[in-house]
């Protein structure tokens, strides 16, 4: 009995000595280290309550301030993680870490002017020049300046050779910059009846990574229920450039095109474009082109030539929500002229590694001067008064590295026109017809798919298919594009 009594005191000691040295290891774990573990295991709600209650004691702690900003950050909560950082910053104004992780997340979040002021002093300092060229480089990436990022990325490699992160993207804009050649072939078929057969070929390079010349030759076939086909060839040099200190695109092009059907003479093309991209992913574009009217039978038979000039506003954002607003007129050579106006706005509701999908709306309307509607429309399309409401719908699927699966579509839930008809009773011998005009509705819609794939690191296969709906014809039409780029052996 007292050896029981013994072994039981005995035993009851045992486990109050253990339970006091679990207790003394609770109270030595780092708090630091814990929350970094939390972090780094996804919990980063608890991670940034143990962070916090650190701060509270110890205010100047600055690897606890940078862990929370980096924790908050983890969590979507930019605006804390920056009130975090710049605390952190004003408190610990020679850590280069804090500098470092501040900018890497005002490059990850666009914040191009913040990501600078940080990032100069870091590149000036030989111990940080590495990993602050990269950042700045991959900031220059994103806004488009390639011949500024490739000089930041060579900085970053000059000083630390194993800056995979700036080796991967200087191969990226070595790529992207390559001389490249495509060649391309489609197809339409509508109810007017309108069938074109087409080719493309076109080749360019880039005389620096932000300057490019293309050439490019496009032969089209058209049948249009006659015994006879006529064939279209147009061509056209291209020059594009981006200025990145004044966020201005420019884009001329000058070309011909030979008409079967004209009188033999080439009649001349042109485009033009200059797009500002403004801060906050929104761009303002004019753009005006002189080109050949192919959609009608009439201006097939009969060569017309056209003048566009076109006024948008874009958004694009890195989360998805994409729109555009814009104003177009299309004068022709009789003086007669079309003028349309649209706005839609897509909005992401689906946004993961393999998948994107958005939803949307659109409105637009169009209307011409005069018609040109004689019981066919002669020679081009003349809308009147036409308002249209649609719902948009998009999704992209990555399948894999290489390759991308996008499909998107519109249907039309309000839409009216004033449609134009022969009167034909009580018509004289010899006379024309009148036109009356009577308003109704129609549903328009349109669908369209697109399969991109790289084949390797230089060649690249695109095919689309389009079907679409209109206010007097349906039309499906088809594509398919192979290009190839001439890159350095070790990036094939």
Do not use: C
Request: hydrophobic residues 45%; glycine residues 8%.
């Amino acid at each position: 009995m007292t050896i029981r009594i013994f072994a039981i005191f005995g035993l009851a000691a045992l486990l109050a000595v253990s339970a006091a040295g679990a207790q003394d290891t609770d109270t030595t774990v780092d708090p630091l280290a814990r929350a970094e573990q939390l972090r780094n295991s996804g919990d980063f709600a608890q991670a940034a309550g143990i962070l916090r209650q650190l701060l509270a004691s110890e205010p100047d702690n600055g690897d606890a301030a940078r862990l929370l900003a980096q924790t908050l950050y983890w969590l979507g909560d930019v605006p804390g993680a920056t009130a975090v950082y710049e605390r952190a910053i004003a408190t610990h104004p020679h850590d280069t870490s804090v500098r470092l992780d501040y900018a890497q997340m005002l490059v990850e979040t666009r914040s191009a002017a913040r990501a600078a002021e940080l990032l100069e002093p870091l590149i000036a300092n030989p111990d940080t020049r590495g990993r602050a060229a990269t950042l700045a480089g991959t900031m220059l990436y994103w806004q488009g300046d390639l011949a500024g990022a490739a000089a930041r990325f060579r900085m970053a490699l000059a000083a630390d050779p194993g800056a995979a992160e700036a080796r991967r993207q200087l191969d990226e804009i070595r790529v992207l910059s390559a001389p490249w050649i495509a060649i391309g072939a489609g197809g339409l078929n509508d109810d007017q009846p309108l069938d074109r057969i087409e080719g493309e070929v076109e080749a360019g390079f880039f005389i620096n990574p932000l300057l490019s010349v293309a050439a490019r030759a496009r032969p089209r076939r058209f049948d249009v229920g006659a015994p006879e086909n006529y064939d279209v060839v147009s061509g056209e040099i291209e020059l594009s450039h981006y200025a990145a200190a004044a966020r201005l695109e420019t884009l001329v092009a000058a070309g011909g095109v030979n008409h079967s059907a004209g009188d033999g003479s080439r009649m001349w093309t042109g485009r033009a474009q200059l797009r500002f991209r403004l801060p906050n992913h929104f761009s303002v574009t004019a753009r005006g082109e002189r080109a050949p009217y192919l959609w009608t039978v009439a201006s097939i038979e009969k060569p017309v030539m056209s003048e566009t000039g076109t006024l948008a506003a874009a958004l694009s954002r890195p989360d998805g929500w994409l729109g555009e607003a814009a104003f177009r007129v299309e004068q022709f050579p009789d003086q007669n002229r079309v003028t349309s106006a649209y706005v839609w706005l897509l909005a992401p509701v689906l946004r993961t590694p393999q998948a994107r999908a958005s939803l949307g709306y659109s409105a637009a309307s169009q209307d011409s001067r005069e018609t040109r509607f004689n019981g066919r429309y002669d020679p081009y399309y003349t809308p009147e008064s036409i308002v249209s409401h649609s719902a948009l719908a998009s999704i992209a699927l990555l399948p894999s590295p290489r390759s991308t699966i996008t499909a998107r579509g519109a249907w039309g839930f309000y839409a009216r026109e004033t449609a134009p008809r022969l009167v034909l009773s009580n018509v004289l011998p010899g006379t024309v017809p009148a036109i009356a005009f009577e308003r109704r509705s129609f549903t328009p819609w349109d669908a369209h798919m697109t399969i991109n794939g790289a084949v390797s690191n230089a060649v690249t296969l695109s095919a689309s298919v389009d079907r679409m709906q209109t206010a007097f014809y349906s039309a499906t039409s088809g594509s398919v594009r192979l290009s190839y780029r001439f890159l350095p052996a070790r990036h094939r």
